[in-house]
């Protein structure tokens, strides 16, 4: 990849930090969030360019308007993929080669007022596309109330701040990636930038799907939290495709076979312990989680499958025979599963609607507090109408969420008709009106 564009990295003094540091109730946890989004031909938007401040981000509009593709975007930056399960292909505007998506990340210790934010984004040609004209702002943009100080509305400076330029393009002959205006060669020095959680309907898939959701679930969440894990499963990854390559030629190569073995064996022991150890950590605040959200209807409880039972190398050895007949490697930490129990039953099976879609939204919720606990900061919500799917009293357990990311400030994007809305959030927040792929001040 080519370095395409440029960018830059605030440093704040040291001796600002530790001013700030005498001054504990002047500050606000340590927190990320997006202060800029740019799209180019992403979806329905041909143009957009917005200025995010940290807070609560409610997106209203009738259906198909693009509420779910700026969320999209932003959980693309975040983890190079779509939640929505489709390729590159299909996130390009109709008629165009390529997409672009792009970014600031903003992150530092900052006093408790925040910057409001504004938008700059008018319709085009009459054909109700987002565009936008560079350096327009809106006129008499609101700052958000503070929750520290009663409601009052104040507007002061970042005290220190750090920013990261994320920008991407993809079209079906060229892809890039930069960060800071360098190509991004390793993905480790780029997940982690920004972390975001995603509430929207494929997350059902985690209950009612097969296992490889639930791996992908878990393979996200260690990807987000250890740096090495993800070089880890890609290498485990690689040994897995070429072991498959042999098993499927006519004529077996036994030695080639053992080597590749080897290494399976090795990488796979390591992922099964990371997610072993992972599961005494996250399992107790999934519990809380569906707890809340159902009232204590039900106990979920949560058990981490292997494949391997006991022995990688001697029930691989052991499968060789079926795996002749097979062609693939049938064993291994790619086969893994979460089992999801309610009341001691699998949730899949015997779980009615309601609850597989509690057990869903309580999985991300337990996804968001694991990250805010060990970043320090609250992960950015990305909510995809999914409070309207809600009774009122599952509704009420995932406010909480909402309330601590709004405490410490974090940043929340909810999609929601103006009908579905939950009042209950109260007017704390910044109302976009979205429609035909433009965004604007409600």
Known sequence: MKTFFAGQIK???????????????????????????????????????????????????????GKTNILEAVYLMATLRSFRGVGGAQMIRHGQRGYFVGGTVVGGTIPTSLPSSSLSANKAGGE?????????????????????????????????????????????????????????????????????????????????????????????????????YLPLLQRYMRAVRARNALL?????????????????????????????????KFSPLARLAYRRISNDAEELRIEYQPSVKTDFAVELAQSRNRERSYRSTLIGPHRDDLQLLLNGKSAAQFGSEGQKRTLAIALKMAQAEFLAGLHGSPPILLIDDVMGELDAKRR?????????????????????????????????????????????RG
Not at 267 to 277: A, C, K, N, P, Q
Request: aromatic share 6%; net charge positive.
């Open 11 to 65: 440093v704040c003094r040291l001796s600002t930090l530790k001013k700030l540091a005498d001054k504990p109730s002047a500050l606000h946890f340590l927190r990320v969030h997006l202060a800029h989004l740019r799209l180019r031909d992403f979806r329905n938007y041909a143009r957009l360019d917005a200025d995010l401040a940290p807070g609560f981000h409610l997106l209203l509009g009738d259906n198909a308007q």
């Open 248 to 280: 499927k030629q006519r004529a077996l190569d036994e030695a080639a076979l053992d080597s590749f073995s080897q290494a399976l064996v090795k990488l796979g022991d390591e992922i099964v312990r990371t997610r072993r150890g992972l599961a005494p």
């Open 128 to 228: 109700g596309r987002g565009q936008v004209e560079p350096g327009s702002q809106i006129q008499n943009p609101s700052p958000l109330p503070s929750p520290r100080l009663g409601g009052a509305r104040e507007t002061t400076l970042l005290t220190s701040q750090s920013s990261r330029e994320i920008k991407m393009f993809w079209s079906a002959s060229e892809r890039k990636l930069a960060l800071d205006g360098q190509p991004v060669k390793k993905l480790t020095d780029y997940l982690g930038v920004l972390r975001t959680v995603v509430f929207c309907t494929e997350d059902l898939q985690l209950v009612k799907g097969t296992a490889r959701a639930r791996r992908r679930f878990l393979d996200l969440l260690l990807a987000q939290t250890q740096p090495g």
């Open 396 to 440: 009420g357990g995932f406010l909480p969420l909402l309330e601590s990311a709004r405490k410490t400030r974090g940043q929340v994007f909810m999609t929601a008709t103006e009908e579905n809305w939950p009042r209950e959030l109260g007017r704390d927040l910044q109302r976009w009106e979205v429609h035909a792929g433009t965004l604007k």
